[in-house]
């Protein structure tokens, strides 16, 4: 994906271990063995316009906004709209059409 | 040959001046003219051209997403490519409306057969449309086996009848100008990708859709068309830097080609490989997959979008900068009109009438005619320089006259004394006095 360029913006992919290391991007990828720094890193992209995007489990209702998962053995999206638009980030009608939306767990859950 | 008069000689240069100047002028504004009127051409051309682009493209879309419809195993798929299936229909027909409806304005008679191809290829296709509807009610079993490559045969067809209906098309219009030559073969080639790139997503809509590897033949087949698109896109990158077009397609050209190879490096190892899941299902459904395919074509599309603009700004400068030859031309001929006029009013005017003048009035002098040379007020041009010589000249012989007058006057006077004297005359030197002379005698 690196170099390639999407709305005329060139990709750029960088690997980071810790919040403080995110720094500005557009699109943060988290790998299922974050799972544990997820609430921290949720509280660090507060407010920024980050797509955040998982495949682990409970992602999109913890808060995340685009989950990967399996759904009758294919690639299922999940999509937290609440979440997107706190971020006031925006999903086209297209990819709402293929996913399902959740809504968010509540506090405490 | 007898010698022809100053008057007509100088007639005689600046009319053939005149007529030569024009004639070079016409020339050049006669050339401009029909350039502009082919290029006013070639930009409708490239319309046309750019509605088989987009009738081909639609085409290729129903094409797909019916395949997809045909070889799907569940109804939920079907369902889901339903509504896709009624849009690209709608598409495709207002498409090839269009462009058949642009063709009707060209008469050019080698493309009476290839439009008749063309609309034979389109008769067929209404007719497979009501079939495919009621085999996809039908379960997977009772479906007739040969429609799909029935319907993908015709649809194919009619895309390579289109084709060499706009091959035919526009080489009509590839002596106008190398530059859109190059653009429309630039839109040529992202067309043969879009065609290419759309069979590809045709078969592994069918690969997804029936959960199926994919046989040789067809990995061959996609392996063929893949050439085809990477060597297009290369080629297509050539004209776009030697046409100009770079730069104002430059980020879409980047975001379709990134498209292009993502989506490529995604199909590789499952579509491109024998035997590659394993027996496994497939990680998307056809949904998906015709999802992400439609955006890398809607990337394709926004590149088309981008060079079909650049054409049309360079064909609208080329006929700017035309019509503003045209103007100069016609300038140039009106101002070389006006001067010839002119030099011919001025020599006429100013030299030939005056000497003709002058010499009719020199001849009238040597007639012993009175003749009168006015001096000239305010020519100091070699014409005012003659008109003040033969003034003067003419002063020098009134004053040559009225002394020739006065002489004769004082001989007659002379002779008058002469005769009536009586003795003689006596010649008298007042300053010696001693020598007194006496006609018929010498004092010493």
Redesign the interface.
């Known amino acids: 994906m690196a170099g390639r360029t999407v709305n005329e913006q060139k990709i750029e992919v960088r690997s980071v271990t810790t919040a403080a290391d995110i720094g500005v991007c557009s699109l943060l990828f988290i790998h299922a063995d974050q799972k544990p720094n997820w609430p921290e890193l949720q509280r660090t992209l507060a407010g920024k316009s980050v797509l955040t995007v998982s495949d682990f489990e409970g992602f999109a209702v913890s808060g995340g906004m685009i989950e990967f998962t399996q759904l009758d053995s294919r690639i299922g999206v999940l999509i937290n709209t609440e979440a997107v638009t706190a971020a006031h980030l925006e999903v086209q009608d297209r990819l709402l059409k293929l996913a399902r939306t959740v809504t968010p767990a509540a506090p405490g859950r | 040959m007898p010698q022809l008069s100053l008057r007509r000689t100088l007639l005689l240069i600046v009319g053939t001046l005149t007529l030569f100047i024009t004639l070079l002028a016409a020339k050049d504004v006669y050339g401009d003219w029909q350039r502009l009127t082919r290029i006013r051409a070639l930009r409708d051309a490239a319309v046309s051209s750019d509605q088989f682009f987009d009738a081909t493209q639609k085409l290729a879309v129903e094409r797909d997403v019916a395949l997809s419809m045909l070889y799907a195993p569940d109804s939920e798929t079907i369902d889901e490519l339903r509504i896709r299936l009624k849009e690209s229909r709608q598409a495709a027909d207002a498409a090839l409306r269009a462009t058949v409806a642009e063709l009707k304005q060209y008469t050019f008679p080698d493309l009476v057969e290839l439009r008749r191809q063309v609309e034979t290829h389109l008769l067929v296709i209404p007719t497979l449309r009501p079939e495919i509807d009621h085999e996809v009610d039908l379960l997977p079993e009772q479906r007739n086996r040969n429609l799909p490559d029935r319907w993908s045969g015709e649809v194919t067809a009619l895309m390579s009848a289109t084709e060499n209906l706009w091959i035919g098309f526009v080489s009509h219009f590839t002596d106008v100008d190398p530059i859109v030559t190059q653009h429309l073969l630039f839109k040529h080639l992202l067309r043969t990708i879009t065609d290419y790139t759309g069979r590809e997503r045709s078969l592994v809509g069918r690969l997804i859709a029936e959960n199926s590897d994919p046989t040789p033949e067809q990995i061959g087949q996609l392996l063929r068309g893949r050439g085809i698109v990477e060597t297009d896109w290369q080629m297509s990158r050539m004209l776009a830097d030697q046409s100009g077009l770079s730069p104002a397609i430059g ?2 050209y ?2 379709a080609s ?2 292009y ?2 989506m490529r490096d995604m199909l590789q190892n499952l579509f491109y490989v024998p035997d590659a899941r394993h027996g ?6 056809v ?2 997959w015709f ?1 992400l395919s439609t955006q890398a074509s809607d990337s394709l599309g926004a590149l088309r979008e981008s060079s079909i603009s650049e054409t049309r700004n360079y064909v609208e400068g080329l006929i700017t900068a035309t019509q503003r030859e045209i103007t100069i031309q016609a300038s140039i001929f009106l101002l070389a009109l006006m001067l010839c006029a002119y030099s011919f009013t001025i020599i006429i005017g100013r030299v030939i009438r005056p000497i003709n003048n002058m010499a009719g009035a020199l001849l009238q002098a040597t007639r012993g005619e009175p003749v009168t040379f006015l001096p000239p007020t305010g020519r100091k041009d070699e014409i005012g320089i003659l008109a003040n010589v033969l003034h003067a000249f003419q002063q020098n012989v009134e004053h040559i006259k009225r002394t020739s007058v006065q002489l004769v006057t004082s001989q007659e006077h002379l002779r008058a004394v002469v005769d009536t004297a009586v003795d003689g005359v006596i010649l008298v030197e007042t300053r010696k006095p001693e020598s007194i002379a006496l006609p018929g005698f010498r004092l010493a």
Do not use: K, M, N
């Open positions: 980020p879409r980047s975001d990134s498209h190879f993502t496994a299902t497939y990680p998307i459904g949904d998906l999802e």
